[in-house]
């Protein structure tokens, strides 16, 4: 006996319910396994980091790595101190948050407040192009147009110098500050804007007085996650302020950071399994801690003045 035709629309719908079903049931295996990969992933970076730098805490004292002030590996005789390749880091981040911050903040003001719908889609695109420029660029533009000019204003600037990768990497972060702190601002409902409009505010005071506060969980966050990816920088340190740790605190000489050394003595000059070698997760894991540190900052911080609206 033939089906009617709404028997087989029937049975076809049926059939089609029927996958959906399954794979509503499978779905949440798949994703859970897509979730589980990034976690096994870190945990293990993490493992590696603790296993190969526990080889090294065995032949070196914690005390001498973290309080020593000489870092000299790689020499006959070796200095395992790494506050030198710390100062560096954290030189490069000042200088990168001197050049990031206020123009990150700046430009999401205008972005959120003062720019024009058309004004904004047009100009956030490009500002967001630059963090998507890969930072080898970056290091070539510190050293072949940054440090010129800063040699040009003071001629004592050495080649490679911690000041010109430190605006260059604060160029690189502005995008991220910029990008965030606009996306909080935004996030602030317009309601307490025509209310303080309402009141006589003028463009400025509704933007500092009422959108800034509102927005200021994100807009530290955004901070300090700019500041974590300065510290965690690499090709441009490398390129551009060269491979000389030490405690001078001068930002017109070479420096190193801890990027940099790993880049460094990873290249393959050093014995795998030797002291030397294990220097670079030691190092390594000393700047995971640096960088989880700020992580979990900007996550208190975020959570600690988050303002809800209905």
Known sequence: MKQSKQDKERNSFMQRKKGFNSLDRLMPIILAIIAGIS?????????????????????????????GTEWTPLFAD?????????????????????????????????????????????????????????????????????????????????????LSA????????????????????????????YVAYAMGSTKLEVALKVVVPAAFSGIVASFVLGLSRAIGETMIVTLAAGALPNMDFDFLKSIQTMTAYIVTTSQGDTAYGSVEYRTIYAVGITLFVITLLMNIFAGYISRKFREEYE
């Open 39 to 67: 976690v096994l992933t870190t945990i293990g970076i993490v493992v590696i980091l603790i296993t190969e730098s526990a080889g090294f805490f065995q032949a070196v004292s914690i005390v001498e790595f973290l309080t």
């Open 166 to 193: 430190g605006i260059v990497v604060g160029i690189m972060i502005i995008p991220m500050i910029s990008s965030l702190s606009e996306d909080a601002m935004n996030a602030v409902p317009n309601s307490l804007r």
């Open 78 to 162: 070796p200095k395992f101190g790494i506050l030198p390749l710390i100062m560096g880091t954290f030189m490069i981040t000042l200088v990168a948050s001197i050049v990031a911050l206020p123009i990150g903040f700046g430009s999401a003001i205008y972005l959120s407040e003062y720019a024009p719908k058309k004004v904004r889609n047009f100009l956030k695109p490009i500002l967001e192009i630059l963090a998507g420029i890969p930072t080898i660029v970056y290091g070539f533009f510190a050293l072949t147009f940054i440090t010129p000019i800063i040699k040009l204003m003071i001629p004592q600037t050495d080649l490679f110098n911690a």
